[in-house]
């Protein structure tokens, strides 16, 4: 019965490391915006703010030239995710 159990917790150790390895899969870089100086008429497009004299103005955008504007919320693609589960034999 004990070495069941092992297999059981070992089958669900190796699921949930998978299912944590495909968390990357997730992730979308940063948008950029375009930010204006408190100083002076200055203007750069960055993903984070330059200082504590810059205020955002626009964005947000795909590209490091501020040219293409990024949708808000926009959807990911869809993922599929192949999980191997191994067999237990129960006797």
């Known amino acids: 019965m004990t070495s069941q159990i ?29 930010w204006k100086s408190k100083t002076s008429d200055a203007q750069l497009c960055a993903q984070t703010s330059p200082g504590e004299f810059w205020d955002k103005a626009t964005g947000p955008y795909k590209d490091p030239h501020c040219e293409k504007p990024a949708l808000v919320n926009e959807p990911a693609p869809p993922v599929i995710i192949l999980v191997p589960v191994p067999i237990i034999k129960v006797h």
């Open 6 to 34: 092992t297999l059981i917790m070992r089958a669900t150790t190796l699921v949930v490391c998978l299912l944590l390895q495909t968390a990357h899969v997730f992730a979308a870089p940063a948008a950029y915006y375009i």
